[in-house]
């Protein structure tokens, strides 16, 4: 990444982070015995690299939503509504967290079949588009339980616990992007794991 | 580490589970409803395979199974909707057991008895005299298993007085309203035998099959039936639809697997993971139903495919044994308290 030619502009996110970056390559050199694979294979090694982000890259994240969604629970039955009722005696709320706690009991449930399934093959298969798919979506789903529980708190930057809270919710949005797009996890397991035609 | 994958033994169990199911007379739906509600060859070959005593250990005249194994027993029972008392019968068996009632316990075992499934309608969880019950496994049966949250009460049909009987959507549903008349033959405590969570985690398992069969049912027709000359799977609106069904058996099949791992087991989250497992399992067999009639066009809303017939089963299951508005607050019950109206 230090080679002559090689330039990284930084590109600042909604977050407001500069977590991303784009890479310009200018008649750049690179000698052989750094090549990843084979030469003209690096679409190949690319999926592969892939293949593990959707597959277990993000098992502690999956497994730390578990834990998420019982701080939320914490907050829900700690914060107080205007007629000074905790927000979580609202029906809408309790619906919206006991659907949220088994999905996130469910993830864990399929990251840990997924890991199995691993343990008997070199590569990870495109059932992981599936925890991938799951996760992304599920964790946009509690950030944002989170937000509307959290409240008008969240629009205030300066309020430093409840607006991580907002930070968290905007993070939240590059997963069904990043990794292949939700549409794309969603090809790979129709055309991949179900066989239907492309 | 919790293993969710099925090993050789239980795929074996899988395979002939599902052979039984397989050869069994196609289901007979005449003007809406099945031809008998029980297929008695069927019946008495699920005995033959252990079906009734599988989790039952060996020195009660068990298989000696698990609740892991039970669960691809009901998953199959799902898929192939298998009608029948088996869910009640089983839970029979598991009090017989507990009870010390060999005979009975034999009896169940070869198939000779069948045992419906009972609830609660009224508020009186602990089935005494005038208590209020209902099945959906009609009044014909042997005896009757009342489960409760705390406790289960078997009873002899000569206990009951039958207020009303009516039919359902679902072909297999035979409800039933009975009063009760007399006293139980035997009750036991959830320390002794949780019947309650127990069948959570296997209507979860009937459900997970209902996930699993009507995903296939879409994929298989997504493939072979042809719209603009390509088969309509090729369309993103089909096919993202059947992922979406796929993610869902998987989250299913996962969490009733790992339920059912805990709920026999010390590790003391098996109640949480055994509501939250049905949760979600009554939401996504719905949500999958629900897509495969939509994925058959108008052939799916005829009543000669069967895609309603996994929509009606899997509104029936989701009602058995607790609402979703009821689960949901157990699931969250020492958070909200169990006064909230």
Redesign the interface.
């Known amino acids: 990444m230090h080679a002559d030619g090689v330039e990284v502009r930084t590109i600042k996110s909604l977050t407001g982070e500069e977590s991303l970056a784009e890479v310009l390559y200018k008649d750049v050199r690179i000698p052989l015995g750094n090549v990843v694979g084979e030469m003209g294979d690096g679409w190949r090694v690319a999926m592969s690299t892939l293949s593990f982000e959707r597959g277990t890259a993000f098992m502690k994240h999956q497994l730390n939503l578990v834990q998420d969604i019982e701080r939320i629970i914490a907050m829900a039955e700690s914060m107080l509504d205007a007629h000074d009722r905790p927000v979580i005696a609202d029906d809408a709320f309790v619906d919206r967290l006991a659907l949220a706690r088994a999905e996130a009991r469910a993830l864990g449930a399929m990251t840990l079949r997924t890991v199995s399934r691993n343990a008997k093959r070199e590569l990870p298969g495109p059932d992981g588009s599936m925890v991938r798919l799951y996760y992304s979506e599920l964790n946009q789903r509690v950030a944002r339980l989170a937000l509307d529980i959290a409240g008008a708190g969240t629009l205030d930057r300066s309020n430093d616990g409840v607006s991580k809270i907002a930070d968290g919710f905007y993070k939240s949005l590059s997963g069904t992007i990043a990794a292949g797009t939700k549409d794309i996890q969603r090809n790979i397991i129709g055309e991949r794991l179900l066989g239907l035609p492309r | 580490?919790?293993?969710?994958?099925e090993d050789e033994e239980q795929l074996a169990i899988v395979e002939s589970v599902s052979a039984l199911v397989k050869s069994a007379s196609p289901v007979r739906v005449i003007d809406g409803f099945l031809q008998s509600p029980v297929d008695e060859a069927l019946w008495s070959e699920a005995a033959n395979q252990g079906w009734f005593t599988l989790d039952i250990p060996v020195d009660q005249g068990g298989l000696g199974l698990s609740l892991v194994d039970q669960t691809l027993v009901f998953r199959e029972i799902g898929r192939g909707l298998v009608s029948g008392p088996f869910l009640g019968t089983v839970l029979g068996s598991h009090v017989a057991s507990s009870v010390g009632d060999k005979a009975l316990f034999d009896r169940i075992g070869e198939g000779a008895v069948k045992v419906a499934l009972c609830e609660s309608t009224d508020e009186s969880l602990d089935f005494t005299l005038g208590g209020l019950i209902r099945t959906f496994d009609g009044a014909a049966t042997d005896y009757m298993v009342c489960v409760g949250p705390s406790q289960t009460k078997l009873f002899d049909p000569s206990a009951v007085r039958i207020v009303s009987e009516t039919r359902c959507f679902d072909p297999s549903a035979y409800h039933a309203e009975f009063e009760i008349a007399g006293d139980a033959l035997y009750s036991v405590e959830d320390t002794t035998f949780d019947a309650y969570h127990y069948s959570q985690v296997l209507i979860s398992a009937m459900l997970s099959g209902i996930c699993e069969a009507t995903?296939d049912k879409s994929?298989d027709y997504?493939?072979t039936r042809i719209q603009f000359d390509?088969?309509i799977?090729?369309f993103?609106a089909v096919?993202?639809r059947?992922?979406?069904q796929?993610?869902r058996a998987?989250?299913?099949t996962?969490?009733t697997?790992?339920a059912a791992l805990r709920l026999g087991s010390a590790v003391d989250d098996g109640v949480?993971?055994a509501v939250?497992?049905r949760?979600?399992a009554a939401?996504y067999a719905m949500s999958n139903a629900l897509d495969n009639v939509q994925n058959h066009g108008a052939v799916g809303f005829t009543e000669e495919n069967d895609a309603h017939l996994y929509l009606k089963r899997a509104q029936l299951y989701s009602q058995m044994l607790g609402t979703t508005r009821g689960?949901?607050?157990q699931?969250?019950r020492e958070?909200?308290g169990d006064g909230?109206s």
């Not at chain 2, 580490?1 to 994958?5: A, Q, R, Y």
């Open positions: 580490m919790d293993e969710l994958l995903r994929v997504s493939k390509v088969p799977g090729s993103q096919k993202h059947c992922a979406d796929a993610v998987e989250a299913v996962s969490l697997t790992l949480l993971l939250s497992a949760l979600l939401s689960l949901r607050d699931s969250l958070h909200v909230r």
